[in-house]
């Protein structure tokens, strides 16, 4: 049931801020947080670990590579992320002081049950950050995260991506605490900007009518470039993927600082770049540079629209369109800028007279390796 929207994507869009209230709900409490799925493993085996690998696909492994960086942050545990299919071929050097974390919507992916076996047999200590009750590998690991995003249809990932977010933040505050990396005020301002989200969540995805005609002048549009810096790339990346997979466009992610080492080339008169720009309040060193960036491919032709904070005033002589979104800290920015990006591949993947929820080529869950 679509619930009155036109497609499954756009109910799941919609559903973002009730996904990342029932994440966080029952793992917060006075100004803290606690997984007990995380408990039941022993504080001592989490504070003996010292590096942490996130496996997982497409849009589960950009989620991890935002984690990673709250994680290392929080925990100051070393993280690295790697593709389910890659991870088994590296012959990674894992030893029982090493976590994996998986991330799977679905729980059966087989590239990355794959590689939850593998680690298994390893003898690592391996976490599921999953959606779906009971599945294959959340039951194979030893401690299972559930995001309670609610039945994903849709084969393009939404909601789940902003709460598999929110899970891995939990995730990296319950080790931050446990560890004693973590003091009080930060562990209470991080819980404050978790338990602040779903409100600042609803705010993003009433961009949909902006973003709609935004999609309806670029309906001709045959490729998009989408540039973010820190934990905007991962969240450049999944725009870009969204893009592909839906509205069938070229597009690519780019870490803006790597601009200048090629793929400023591309850059051409009309070429749409969507830039998501750091908060200039909590990240403003990361800001300038991004606003440099964005001067340099402006000057070059590209046609920018810039997501933002709100009151970010240095964008606008540059960017031809500027999307605002809620203060949030820098780290927890991907979560609100990436529901533009969805409302834009939805909207283009319309106006395409495309399957929105089911793109040619593709299945929910990927079972086969
Ligand atoms: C993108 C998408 C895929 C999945 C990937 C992993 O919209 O849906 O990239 O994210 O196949 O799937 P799960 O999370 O079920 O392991």
């Given amino acids: 049931d679509k619930g009155g929207w036109s497609s499954f994507m756009a109910k799941e869009i919609n559903e973002q801020p009730e996904a990342i209230a029932n994440t966080v709900r029952g793992r917060t409490?006075?100004?803290?947080?606690?997984?007990?799925?995380?408990?039941a493993l022993g504080d001592d085996r989490l504070r003996n670990i010292d590096r942490i690998i996130i496996i997982a696909c497409g849009t589960a492994s950009y989620a991890g590579q935002i984690g990673a960086y709250a994680i290392e942050q929080w925990a100051r545990i070393p993280v690295d992320v790697q593709l389910s299919h890659?991870?088994?071929?590296?012959?990674?050097?894992l030893t029982d002081r090493t976590m994996v974390i998986s991330v799977s919507q679905s729980g059966e992916t087989m590239d990355t049950l794959m590689a939850v076996k593998y680690a298994i047999e390893q003898g690592v200590t391996t976490v599921s950050v999953c959606n779906t009750q009971s599945a294959t590998i959340p039951r194979e690991s030893d401690a299972a995260v559930y995001t309670h995003a609610g039945p994903e249809v849709?084969?393009?990932?939404?909601?789940?991506?902003?709460?598999?977010?929110?899970?891995?933040?939990?995730?990296?505050?319950?080790?931050?605490?446990?560890?004693?990396?973590l003091s009080t005020e930060a562990l209470a301002e991080a819980v404050q900007q978790l338990e602040e989200l779903p409100e600042k969540m609803r705010v993003a995805v009433d961009t949909h009518a902006e973003i709609t005609q935004l999609a309806h002048w670029m309906a001709d549009t045959r490729s998009v470039l989408f540039l973010g810096r820190h934990v905007g790339f991962p969240a450049a990346l999944e725009g870009a993927l969204k893009l592909k997979e839906i509205a069938?466009?070229?597009a690519e992610g780019f870490a803006a600082g790597?601009?200048?080492h090629g793929p400023i080339a591309l850059?051409?008169?009309?070429?749409?770049?969507?830039?998501?720009?750091?908060?200039?309040?909590?990240?403003?060193?990361?800001?300038?540079?991004?606003?440099?960036?964005?001067?340099?491919?402006?000057?070059?032709?590209?046609?920018?629209?810039?997501?933002?904070?709100?009151?970010?005033?240095?964008?606008?002589?540059?960017?031809?369109?500027?999307?605002?979104?809620?203060?949030?800290?820098?780290?927890?920015?991907?979560?609100?800028?990436?529901?533009?990006?969805?409302?834009?591949?939805?909207?283009?993947?319309?106006?395409?007279?495309?399957?929105?929820?089911?793109?040619?080529?593709?299945a929910k869950s990927v079972t086969v390796e």
Avoid: C
């Avoid at 409490?29 to 408990?39: H, M, Y």
């Fill in 248 to 250: 069938y466009i070229h």
């Fill in 154 to 181: 849709a084969v393009a990932s939404t909601k789940a991506f902003t709460a598999q977010i929110t899970a891995l933040f939990l995730i990296g505050l319950h080790l931050g605490r446990v560890r004693g990396e």
């Fill in 29 to 39: 409490a006075g100004r803290s947080v606690e997984i007990p799925e995380l408990t």
């Fill in 267 to 362: 850059i051409d008169h009309g070429q749409p770049v969507f830039v998501l720009v750091p908060s200039p309040r909590t990240a403003p060193l990361m800001h300038s540079k991004v606003v440099s960036n964005i001067q340099e491919i402006r000057a070059r032709g590209a046609r920018v629209i810039a997501i933002v904070e709100v009151g970010d005033t240095a964008v606008l002589p540059y960017a031809d369109e500027v999307i605002r979104l809620p203060l949030t800290d820098a780290l927890f920015e991907p979560i609100l800028q990436v529901v533009p990006l969805q409302w834009f591949a939805l909207e283009l993947s319309t106006a395409k007279g495309l399957d929105v929820d089911q793109p040619r080529n593709l």
């Fill in 258 to 260: 790597e601009l200048k």
């Fill in 86 to 93: 890659e991870f088994r071929y590296r012959d990674p050097v």
